[in-house]
């Protein structure tokens, strides 16, 4: 089975800021350190919670809907079940 894959879409520009003031990708949401621990992340279980944090927290900044379609497209093209 394939690994699930990054909530990056390959954009990757940190300008945004969040909620508790860290810097956000302006298409994927994630901090730095955040998308440092995804790739520590191994585990298929962890790495999908992971996937359903970013979306959660997509929600609440707003703005991201632009995101899912682009990440369910990379989920189809490596065959994954997305974690949504």
């Known amino acids: 089975m394939a690994k699930i894959p990054s909530p990056c879409i390959d954009v990757c520009k940190f300008r945004r800021t969040g909620p508790e003031g860290a810097h956000h990708c302006i298409a994927c949401s994630m901090t730095k350190p955040q998308k440092r621990a995804f790739k520590l ?5 962890p790495r999908a919670a992971l996937v359903r944090l970013i979306a959660l927290q997509q929600e609440v900044m707003g703005r991201y809907d632009h995101w899912r379609p682009a990440y369910l497209k990379r989920c189809r093209k490596k065959d994954v079940t997305p974690p949504l």
């Open 41 to 45: 992340v191994k585990a298929p279980g």
